[in-house]
């Protein structure tokens, strides 16, 4: 076989040790498009309810994606990627966004969304098993709890970093934090194994499908729809469709990310989601802020900085 021959890369399976640049930065577009997500998921719960609201921004998400972005066939999709990865994404999303629908308050929501992003953390950590560390590739840990420490920093308001208070809210409404803590560890998974069980194949419309109907049997189940939401406004409804768009298109945009771009980049960088997710939330949900937040926002970026420098050649890397 001729070395050009052997050097070719399948288009069908992502290339690991040449990740495209392109793909990369429609990966980053994504996080930005994420880091809105919180505000406007709870503006939405606030107008029709938290198990309501969220059914009716993922049908219609699942609507705008079936029109602009029709999937293949089922039978062309591997098995194992729709099942498996179909699976995380549904209980990622109804996770996530009932956790931030039955938040209490604003505060009680950024707090959950600190949790939901220890998903960087965990991601960069897991594309790294199987791969031979070096003494530069193990400061990847202290970069990431740095900057997780940063991210409790950003919402932790003028107390800073305050485990009684963040304990005492747990304990009040202890069922937000254990959806949002799931939903981090299951997002963190399924942006690892999907580039390696996808076959370069994209089932998000069917993903977001699928999280709409889980949502609806959710709330048949369990909900109760708010007086007021009989009498929402305009208002309510362009930010109901807003948040919409928003996530199907920051997920079309992190699943090309992760499928053909560089991994430990998207996850490094991740770690600016929570303070564009938390500055977002400090203007549309009312909250304020704080030394305490721009101290944490020192902190995510000088963890996100080591973080990527760490592992910016670990897919290049051979496995051990």
């Known amino acids: ?34 880091s809105a997500i919180v505000s406007l998921v709870r503006i939405t719960a606030q107008n029709f309810g938290a198990t309501l609201g ?3 921004i993922y049908t219609l998400t699942a609507v705008v994606m079936w029109v602009i972005r029709r999937p293949k066939r089922l039978r062309s999709l591997p098995l194992r990627y729709l099942l498996v990865c179909g699976t995380l994404f549904v209980v990622y999303e109804v996770s996530v966004g009932l956790a931030v629908g039955l938040a209490h308050n604003a505060t009680q929501a950024l707090e959950v969304s600190v949790v939901n992003y220890l998903w960087p953390t965990l991601m960069v950590l897991l594309s790294l098993i199987g791969r031979r560390f070096t003494a530069k590739t193990w400061l990847v840990i202290p970069g990431a709890l740095l900057a997780s420490l940063g991210t409790a920093f950003v919402v932790g308001g003028d107390a800073g970093l305050n485990p009684a208070s963040i304990a005492a809210h747990i304990a009040s409404n202890p069922v937000p934090y254990a959806l949002a803590f799931g939903g981090a560890v299951t997002w963190a998974v399924y942006s690892v194994i999907t580039p390696r069980i996808s076959e370069g194949h994209d089932g998000i419309t069917l993903f977001l499908t699928g999280v709409a109907v889980a949502l609806w049997i959710v709330h048949f ?21 807003a948040a919409a768009l928003v996530i199907g298109a920051g997920y ?14 998207l996850g490094s960088a991740s770690y600016a989601a929570p303070v564009l997710s938390s500055a977002i939330g400090a203007l549309a949900l009312g909250a304020s802020l704080t030394v305490s937040f721009w101290q944490g926002v020192v902190l995510v970026v000088v963890g996100s900085l080591i973080g990527w420098w760490a592992t910016k050649d670990a897919s290049a890397e051979p496995k051990s």
Not at 1 to 22: C, E, F, T
Not at 221 to 240: D, K, N, R
């Open 252 to 265: 079309a945009c992190w699943d090309a990310g992760i499928m053909r771009g560089n991994l430990t980049v």
């Open 221 to 241: 189940l369990t909900g109760s729809v708010p007086q007021h939401a009989h009498t929402a406004g305009i208002g309510a409804y362009i930010v109901l469709v």
């Open 54 to 56: 969220a059914a009716l």
């Open 1 to 34: 076989m001729s070395k050009a021959k052997r050097n070719a890369p399948n288009r069908n399976v992502p290339n690991y040790s040449a990740p495209n640049h392109n793909a990369t930065l429609v990966g980053l577009l994504a996080i930005v498009l994420f």
